[in-house]
Nanobody, 125 residues
Framework: VQLQASGGGLVQPGGSLRLSCAAS????????MGWFRQTPGKQRELVAA??????????DSVKGRFTISTISTDSAKNTVYLQMNSLKPEDTAVYYC?????????????????WGQGTQVTVSS
C-alpha cells in the first residue's frame, strides 16, 4: 500500500484547507484511514480517522472544525480527505495520512500499518 498526501500550505487564521491522501496498491486490505499531525519535539497525535463503514474518531481539539471523508474511485484507488475549517495557529503542524488493515481508528500511532509522507500546514497571519 502506498499513500500520497497533498494539500498542505499556508493559510490565515480562520481560513480553510483540504488535505487529500490517495492510497494505491492493495487497498482491499485497508479498513481504516486517517490523519495524524506532529510538531517539533512532540508526539504524533491523532487528528481524525475513519473506517471503511464510515465510523469516525476526532481529536477534541478539531471537533466541529475538521471533517474526514473517503471516496473509492475504483478497485485500485482510495482517497481520504480532511476538510479543515476555522483554522487556528495551533493547528500548524506536519500532517501525516495513514491506513490500517484492521478497523482501528484510535490514537496510538504505532498501531497503524501504513504511512504517507507528511504535508506541512501553517496557519499564520
Amino acid at each position: 500500500v502506498q499513500l500520497q498526501a497533498s494539500g498542505g500550505g499556508l493559510v490565515q487564521p480562520g481560513g480553510s484547507l483540504r488535505l487529500s491522501c490517495a492510497a494505491s496498491g492493495s487497498i482491499f486490505s485497508i479498513n481504516a484511514m486517517g490523519w495524524f499531525r506532529q510538531t517539533p519535539g512532540k508526539q504524533r497525535e491523532l487528528v481524525a480517522a475513519i473506517t471503511r463503514s464510515g465510523s469516525t474518531n476526532y481529536a477534541d481539539s478539531v471537533k466541529g472544525r475538521f471533517t474526514i471523508s473517503t471516496i473509492s474511485t475504483d478497485s485500485a484507488k482510495n482517497t481520504v480527505y480532511l476538510q479543515m475549517n476555522s483554522l487556528k495557529p495551533e493547528d500548524t503542524a506536519v500532517y501525516y495520512c495513514n491506513a490500517d488493515r484492521t478497523h482501528y481508528i484510535g490514537s496510538y500511532w504505532r498501531e497503524y500499518d501504513y504511512w504517507g509522507q507528511g504535508t506541512q500546514v501553517t496557519v499564520s497571519s
